[in-house]
């Protein structure tokens, strides 16, 4: 296993911390039988090949050994694997994501030597994508794990591709409905059915049915969030969103324990609330009611802080989240 990793120039390639000598060590490390010398590995290579979401050179060549030690049987946290090529699938350019603050910084657009970087940079962006497409095979297989972190992971890397739904949509509902009662494999595949709603590929209609005869209330969520991005939401999914306005420990642990970075619920709720009228008003009226009862500060100043970002964005118009106090929406913008 790995026998071509030092057959790569890595001393030629950079990451984001300069000349990629010390990935193949790090790869290696992967497989040691030591939880803390694994840990330390991912540690390094989270800050070099993956730098807070940019990737580089040096990540594309990484991609076909990550998929190498994913496919063994042999390989220790394989769902962690599998959720960093997820990651890598994701990943950006660092001059595409810094070029206008570096441009209100300077007064300036980039330079033509900038801009030839940002070209490499791009073609790296979508070459590490389509090296992480091409083992979809394996993918495929391990969605079929019976362990939760391998399983979830897969299905974390095929929402990476939502333009893909004809194609990656089938396995995963057939996945969620060979779950059974395993509620965090079905929040996982659930909460990830939001990537192909946002695209327009997802099956609205099995959404619903799904919605309609779940009983965890962390899976209602994830399947509500879903539906309301794909379609106007109805009075049920609108009931699910605003009872879990402020989620609870057990649907913040369900989405706590997935594979990947699944963040705060709270942020998916409160963005498709505020996709509508109705649903603003609902949650004005919600946390205003949870306000006067006497509601955990420190959560209701969370959602304040999520509001406030989104009408600083320009998401919402007509809504005022001032700290200590009542929501008010004087009219919609």
């Known amino acids: 296993m790995l026998d071509g990793l030092d ?13 990629a000598e010390d990935v193949p060590d790090l790869i290696r490390a992967l497989t040691s039988r030591s939880a803390d010398e694994r840990r330390a590995a991912w540690h390094e290579l989270y800050g070099t090949l993956w730098h807070q979401g940019t990737i580089y050179e040096a990540t594309l060549h990484a991609v076909p050994f990550f998929i190498e030690l994913a496919a063994s049987d042999e390989t220790p946290d394989r769902g962690e694997i599998l959720s960093y090529l997820g990651a890598l699938a994701d990943g950006s350019s660092y001059l595409d994501v810094h070029q206008d603050a570096l441009a209100r910084i300077r007064g300036r657009a980039l330079s033509e030597e900038e801009l030839a970087r940002l070209e490499a940079e791009l073609g790296w962006v979508a070459q590490t994508r389509s090296a992480v497409k091409s083992a979809e095979a394996l993918y495929f297989d391990s969605l079929r794990s019976g362990e939760h972190q391998i399983c979830c992971a897969a299905a974390y890397i095929l929402s990476r591709f939502p333009e893909e739904g004809e194609r990656y949509w089938t396995p995963l509902r057939r996945r969620y409905e060979e779950a059974g009662s395993d509620e965090l494999v079905k929040c996982g595949i659930a909460m990830l059915t939001k990537e192909f709603s946002a695209k327009g590929t997802s099956d609205v209609r099995w959404l619903r049915e799904a919605f309609a005869r779940e009983k965890s209330r962390s899976v209602c969520l994830a399947l509500a969030v879903s539906i309301a ?7 049920d999914e609108l009931a699910v969103l605003i009872a879990n306005l402020i989620p609870d420990d057990e649907i913040q642990e369900a989405y706590g324990v997935q594979p990947w970075n699944a963040g ?3 942020w998916d709720t409160i963005a498709v609330l505020c996709a509508s009228k109705r649903g603003r008003h609902a949650l004005v009226a919600r946390f205003n009611e949870l306000f006067l009862l006497g509601g955990s500060k420190d959560q209701l100043d969370y959602v304040r802080y999520v509001l406030r970002g989104r009408i600083e964005d320009g998401m919402i118009g007509g809504l005022s989240a001032q700290p200590m106090g009542l929501l008010t929406m004087p009219g919609d913008g």
């Open 229 to 235: 991005l794909a379609d106007e939401y109805q009075d």
């Open 264 to 266: 705060q619920p709270d």
């Open 7 to 19: 057959q790569v120039e890595w001393s030629r390639l950079k990451h984001a911390y300069g000349a």
